[in-house]
Structure formats: structure tokens, C-alpha cells
């Protein structure tokens, strides 16, 4: 797939994620809350993993770096300077929680990673904006 339809793909992945995340934060109050917590969690799920696939794409088309997998990918768009030591860091917890929320699922695991989800949107948001200017 091309990086400009993988950038594409992802814009487009994480727009949908934003409209769950203010939903759900719309909701907080209400019955409906956990229907739209978990729908933004599994969103964020996805994006994640377009996100770093583009980021793959990315770092072969345009710096000439081959990447396997999601944090090694991530650890070389630090090294060429597209993200620094904090949002590497914040970039490599989204991949852990999302590792944790695809095996198991627990309210309590649910609620951390909704509480995270606007730093996380955040950063996905720096990592689409550098992404598109390639």
C-alpha cells in the first residue's frame, strides 16, 4: 500500500477516534458511558496500528530505514528526529496498552486507558501532521 493511502487510512482512523472519545466524554455521566469508552478504546486499537504502519511506510520511503515491528519502528522515527525522549516514551506505553487491551479485557483496565486517551490522541495528532507533510 502506498504511503500517501496509509497516511490517508490513518487520518481518517483517527478522526473517527476523536468523534468517540468526545462522545464518550459527552456521556461520562450516563448509562450509555461504557458503550462509547469501550467503542473509543477499540478505535484507538486501530489507529495505533495504522499509525505505526504508516510510520513503517514512512521511514523506508522517505529516510531509508527498514522497520519490522511497531516499537522498533518507533525507537528509529526517534532516531531520525521526528519525536523526542517523552513522546517516544508516550508512543511506546500506547503500543503496551494496546497489547493489554487486545488479550484481556477489565473495567478497571478500560478506565486507565480512557483516562490516557487525550494525551495518546495528542501525540497521534503530532505523529499525522509530520506524516503528511512527506
Known amino acids: 500500500m502506498a504511503l500517501a493511502k496509509k497516511i490517508a487510512d490513518f487520518k481518517q482512523a483517527l478522526e473517527r477516534l476523536q468523534e468517540s472519545a468526545r462522545k464518550a466524554s459527552e456521556y461520562k455521566e450516563k448509562e450509555e458511558y461504557s458503550f462509547f469508552r469501550d467503542s473509543t478504546i477499540q478505535r484507538f486499537e486501530f489507529t495505533l496500528e495504522i499509525a505505526w504502519k504508516s510510520i513503517k511506510s514512512f521511514l523506508l520511503e522517505v529516510e531509508g530505514i527498514e522497520c519490522r515491528f511497531p516499537k522498533s519502528c518507533v525507537r528509529e522515527f526517534f532516531s531520525v528526529e521526528y519525536l523526542n525522549q517523552e513522546e517516544m516514551a508516550l508512543f511506546l506505553e500506547m503500543i503496551d496498552d494496546r497489547n493489554l487491551v487486545t488479550y484481556t479485557y477489565h473495567k478497571s483496565l ?23 507533510k512527506s
Open 110 to 132: 478500560a478506565d486507565d486507558i480512557f483516562s490516557k486517551i487525550n494525551d495518546y490522541i495528542g501525540l497521534l495528532e503530532k505523529i499525522y501532521s509530520i506524516l503528511q
